[in-house]
C-alpha cells in the first residue's frame, strides 16, 4: 500500500523561497510580452485526446464518450486557439500564455514530470522579423531575470531535409538519422552514396560551434536557393539580436528532434553549467481544413530557469503588530519589506522574529533590524 504521505516520482511540493522567485520571474517575462502587443490567453489543463501526444495522461472515460488528456505541452493549445476561436481574426495575432504541464514520463534533462510553462507565439506571419521579435524578446525576458552566460544554438531543419528528400530507402534513412541524432560523423557519411550530398553533409558536421568563428565558411553551405535563403535569415537574426559581453550563438545544423513539429529554423537557450535548456522555439506551419499558415514561438521553462537563475532575495521580511496602521505597512511594503503581523502580545519580540525568519522588527514606531 502507497504511503499516503509521498508523492509520484517528478513532482514535488514546492514550498521554499523559489516558489516566490519563480511566481516574480513569470510575472516578469509575461509582463514584457503584453507591454509588446501579445495578448494573454489561459488555456484548459483538459484537451479532447486526438493523438496528440505519447506522454500524457489519459484520463478514464465510458466507451462512448470521448477521451481526455492532462495537457504536457501549450504550444497545441494555442494552434487550436488561432485555427477555431481566432480563426478569422486579422493576422499576425501575437499571443502570451503561462500553466503548468503534466508528462507521463521525465528524461533525463527534465526529470521534473509537472513544471511551469510560459511561452509567446506569433500566428500568420512567414517574415523572418517574426522570428527576430520572438528570439530577441526571449532573450530579453532571460535577461530581465538575472540569467547570465547565455549560449543562444540556433538551427534549421532546412539544412538536413535537404539531405533526407534525396534518401528512398526508408532503412537507410531510419539509420542515418539515429546516426546524426547521436554525432556519429563517420557512419553517418558512409551511408551516403552521392558525393555532392555527402561534402553538404560533411561540412554541416563541421559549422558546429560559435556562430562569430564559422560567419565566413556558413555561405560553403549554399547549394540551393532555399537554403541560401535561410543563411540570409540566420545571419539576420546573429545581426538584429543586441546579445550582451559573455553571451554567444552557436550553431549546430545537425542538431534536429524527429517528434518535433518545428519545420524551419529552431532556437535553443542555454545556461553555462546548467543541466538542461532553459527556453526554445522555432518555426512551424498549423493546418486546419481551411488554410495553411505560418507562425513561430517559444517556450519558457521555469524549473530550469530558477537553476539557471541568479537571484538574490532582496526582499526584507519584518515583524509588525497586526493592529498598526495600513498605511505603515503599505508604507513599508513599498520599501520592499514582506510583512508578517503577530496577533496579540509577543514578550521577546526579537526571538519571535528569528524564529519567523524575519531579518527586521517593527517597535516604538521604528523599524530595527536585528
Do not use: W
Not at 513569470?26 to 505519447?54: A, C, M, Q, R, W
Not at 549546430?252 to 513539429?261: I, L
Amino acid at each position: 500500500m502507497a504511503n499516503k504521505s509521498l508523492i509520484p516520482e517528478g513532482f514535488k511540493d514546492h514550498v521554499d523561497f523559489n516558489t516566490n522567485v519563480e511566481h516574480e520571474y513569470k510575472n516578469k517575462i509575461i509582463d514584457i510580452f503584453v507591454s509588446n502587443g501579445f495578448d494573454l490567453v489561459k488555456t484548459p489543463l483538459l484537451e479532447f485526446y486526438k493523438n496528440n501526444s505519447n506522454n500524457c495522461f489519459l484520463l478514464d472515460s465510458k466507451k462512448k464518450e470521448p477521451k481526455l488528456f492532462i495537457r504536457d505541452d501549450i504550444t497545441p493549445q494555442i494552434i487550436r486557439i488561432a485555427s477555431s476561436r481566432f480563426n478569422n481574426k486579422i493576422r499576425p495575432i501575437k499571443l502570451c500564455y503561462y500553466g503548468e504541464v503534466i508528462r507521463k514520463q521525465g528524461s533525463m534533462l527534465r526529470p521534473e514530470r509537472q513544471f511551469l510553462q510560459v511561452g509567446s507565439e506569433i500566428i500568420g506571419s512567414d517574415s523572418i522579423l517574426a522570428d527576430i521579435e520572438i528570439i530577441s524578446l526571449a532573450y530579453k525576458s532571460l535577461k530581465k531575470i538575472g540569467i547570465k552566460n547565455i549560449t543562444l544554438e540556433l538551427t534549421s531543419n532546412v539544412f538536413l531535409d535537404n539531405i533526407f528528400s534525396k534518401i528512398k530507402d526508408l532503412k537507410t534513412l531510419k539509420k542515418l538519422k539515429i546516426f546524426i541524432k547521436q554525432k556519429d560523423k563517420k557512419n553517418s557519411l558512409n551511408l551516403i552514396k552521392n558525393k555532392k550530398q555527402k561534402l553538404f553533409l560533411e561540412n554541416l558536421f563541421a559549422l558546429t560551434g560559435n556562430f562569430n568563428d564559422l560567419i565566413t565558411k556558413i555561405n560553403e553551405l549554399s547549394i540551393s536557393d532555399e537554403i541560401k535563403k535561410e543563411i540570409q535569415n540566420i545571419k539576420k537574426i546573429a545581426k538584429m539580436i543586441n546579445f550582451q559581453r559573455n553571451d554567444q550563438i552557436f550553431l549546430d545544423f545537425t542538431e534536429f528532434n524527429k517528434k518535433n513539429y518545428h519545420d524551419g529554423i529552431k532556437f535553443t537557450f542555454f545556461a553555462k553549467n546548467v543541466r538542461g535548456e532553459i527556453a526554445s522555439g522555432g518555426r512551424y506551419k498549423i493546418k486546419n481544413k481551411l488554410k495553411e499558415e505560418s507562425a513561430v514561438g517559444f517556450t519558457c521553462f521555469m524549473d530550469t530557469v530558477l537553476r539557471a537563475s541568479s537571484f538574490e532575495n532582496s526582499s526584507k521580511k519584518i515583524l509588525v503588530p497586526y493592529e498598526i496602521k495600513d498605511s505603515i505597512k503599505n508604507n513599508l511594503i513599498k520599501k520592499n519589506f514582506i510583512i508578517f503581523s503577530f496577533f496579540g502580545d509577543i514578550t521577546d519580540i526579537t526571538k519571535s522574529a528569528k524564529k519567523y525568519f524575519c531579518s527586521h522588527i517593527y517597535k516604538n514606531k521604528k523599524v530595527i533590524k536585528i
